[in-house]
């Protein structure tokens, strides 16, 4: 197989590398230490047409596949996983649903000023009794006339209170389990909807809420697709968004990983450099080695998702083995630099407090080996 990459997207690579470079790595720490996301950045992203990746041209995309979206992944991450993890949720859980499920009227008004960076999403999946048990989840929907009646709430929201719109996975069929649930667009201006800040150890350039939802009253033409259908349109959308997120812990394992060796180059011990002893240097090469492997599977399910090949197995071994891999090797940095790791004022702690929420978002890694062991028939 040849895992090459075309002319079109190295070009991709180094546009958007040196966009990333100028424009995100500067504001990172910043970001991170005042816990904003930057909302001028996010809408010159928009602009320059990277939000569109993956989405048709006649809505303001360039259809450029999931390999693209991977490389804008693993690019945008390494200059800050916190920002990207804003732009990942918009795009590939948000506007991903929309895209694939939406009505022409959705898509007009949702996707095209999502692509454009004039509106920011949200994905309204997980809640405090149901994150990886959705057949758990309360928040209710009740059709009344034209309108549906949402009761609950959500937690854990990346961009929930920052979002203009909300994709809501409700109950419509009570007693039903995943059969009963369904997705519902949610403005932020909808009455009864409110949504607040959550504090939260890592990722802080991205916004996490709580959203409540007390008699929100939605108009029915806000319902995503069928109704009592949610579950496996959510599914699907996060069997991609898996792929994206694997390419996403691969930036993010290759910034703590170029910065350590860096510093295992200059930082000098009894008399040398401590990338010279043995054990550092082995350190080192078990790094480079998983990154290089989970580099490969995210770019293999990329691949096989731009083929049109199944990639369901592939996804959740590629986002399982990624996200492990950017925790072991964030964690494997801060022991490098030693004292120096630890101190606020340099990146590698901020890594080591980003790399875990990886590990649990779009499916915890139990919930990824529970894919791969069905898929393979047990």
């Not at 075309?6 to 970001?31: G, N, W, Y």
Request: proline share 3%; aromatic share 10%; hydrophobic share 45%.
């Amino acid at each position: 197989m040849d895992f090459g990459f075309s002319e079109q997207q190295d070009l991709f690579r180094s546009a958007v590398r040196a966009f990333a470079e100028k424009e995100i790595a500067p504001i990172a720490r910043q970001c991170d230490e005042r816990g904003d996301f930057p909302l001028e950045l996010f809408r010159k992203i928009g602009e320059l047409g990277y939000l569109g990746v993956k989405f048709p041209p006649e809505y303001g995309g360039s259809a450029a596949g999931l390999t693209s979206g991977a490389i804008m992944a693993e690019e945008m991450s390494y200059a800050s996983p916190g920002i990207f993890l804003g732009i990942y949720v918009h795009v590939y859980l948000a506007l991903s649903a929309v895209a694939a499920f939406g009505s022409e009227a959705q898509k007009e008004t949702y996707l095209r000023a999502g692509i454009a960076g004039q509106k920011i999403g949200a994905w309204g999946f997980a809640e405090p009794d149901a994150g990886s048990d959705p057949a758990g989840m309360k928040t209710r929907a009740s059709r009344d006339g034209d309108s549906y009646i949402i009761n609950g709430s959500k937690i854990l929201i990346t961009n929930g209170d920052i979002a203009d719109f909300l994709v809501v996975t409700t109950v419509t069929a009570p007693g039903q389990g995943l059969r009963g649930l369904s997705l519902i667009i949610v403005d932020r201006d909808a009455p009864g909807f409110s949504a607040r800040r959550l504090q939260t150890l890592g990722m802080r350039a991205a916004h996490t809420g709580e959203l409540s939802f007390q008699d929100c009253r939605v108009p029915a033409d806000q319902l995503l697709g069928e109704e009592n259908t949610g579950f496996y349109n959510a599914i699907r959308t996060l069997t991609e968004g898996r792929v994206i997120a694997a390419a996403f812990a691969v930036g993010l394992g290759r910034a703590a990983f170029d910065r350590t060796l860096k510093f295992a180059k200059q930082r000098e011990a009894f008399g040398q450099a401590i990338g010279n002893f043995q054990g550092i240097q082995w350190l080192l090469a078990d790094m480079a080695t998983r990154l290089e492997a989970a580099r490969l599977l995210a770019y293999q399910a990329a691949w096989r998702a731009d083929q049109g090949l199944p990639y369901i197995t592939e996804s959740s071994m590629a986002k399982l083995f990624a996200s492990e891999t950017a925790t072991e090797i964030a964690k494997t940095a801060v022991l490098i630099h030693g004292g120096a790791g630890f101190m606020m004022e340099h990146d590698i702690q901020r890594f080591y407090r980003d790399c875990m929420v990886l590990e649990i978002g779009e499916g915890t890694s139990h919930i990824q080996r529970n894919t791969i062991a069905r898929q393979l028939g047990l």
